[in-house]
Every structure is written in structure tokens, then in C-alpha cells.
């Protein structure tokens, strides 16, 4: 997410909080949403059937009950973070794929290990 502090313009992830420091690898969603790769690298291995209805925070799509979704568990509260930001499997794997792609992130992913929802 962005917010301004001090005239300035802060983006952070929404999930985490963490400040960006235009060394970070993040990506982009809906509305400023933001996603660090950290979480993501989290989020891949953590997420759990929703228990209810939820709107994803970076493809802003609603899901209903019992889709994969991952929250952070254990996020600090932070002027950067979104207290209630769920993030969907497409977006999980979408995310994935982005910084896999990308030539200047340290990540590889498999997508045979992580199957499309069906
Ligand atoms: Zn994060
Ligand atoms: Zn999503």
C-alpha cells in the first residue's frame, strides 16, 4: 500500500508492512496493494481454505468459503500494513510467476509443486 508521510510517498506491503527501499522485490496489485517477495515465499507453503467468504487483496476478486488463501500469521503492526489482507491462489501463483521472470530476484519456483486450484 502507499500512504504519505512527511510530503513524501511510502509504499509498503501489505501484508508484512515492511517499508519499500527500492532495493526490496515486491510486486504490484489493484489499487496500490503491494507484495513483497518474502511473503510470497510464505504464502506458497501457508495457505489454508478460507472459513468464509473473502476479497483478495491485491486482485481485489471475491472467493468464496473454503478457497486457498493465505493471511501473514504473525505480521507487527505497522503504519505500512493492511490489518486484513487476505491473498488469493491466483494471485499466489501469479505473483510467483512474476518473480520468476524477473531476472534480478533470487527466486525460482516449480509449478508442478504448486497445482492451479481447481
Ligand atoms: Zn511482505
Ligand atoms: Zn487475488
Known amino acids: 500500500m502507499q500512504r504519505n508521510e512527511n510530503g513524501g510517498i511510502i509504499i509498503s506491503c501489505d501484508f508484512c508492512g515492511t517499508d519499500w527501499d527500492e532495493e526490496l522485490s515486491m510486486i504490484e496489485g489493484h489499487k496500490g496493494s503491494v ?10 507453503d501457508n495457505t489454508q481454505p478460507a472459513e468464509d467468504t473473502f476479497q483478495c487483496t491485491l486482485c481485489l476478486s471475491g472467493h468464496p468459503a473454503d478457497t486457498k488463501r493465505w493471511l501473514h500469521p504473525d505480521a507487527k503492526p ?10 488469493c491462489w491466483d494471485c499466489i501463483r501469479l505473483a510467483a510467476k512474476g518473480f520468476h521472470k524477473d531476472s534480478d530476484v533470487e527466486f525460482r519456483w516449480d509449478s508442478s509443486k504448486y497445482p492451479k486450484q481447481v
Do not use: F, H, K, W
Open 78 to 87: 505497522s503504519p505500512g500494513r493492511n490489518p486484513d489482507a487476505p491473498l
Open 35 to 44: 507484495l513483497c517477495l518474502a511473503c510470497l515465499t510464505q504464502a506458497l
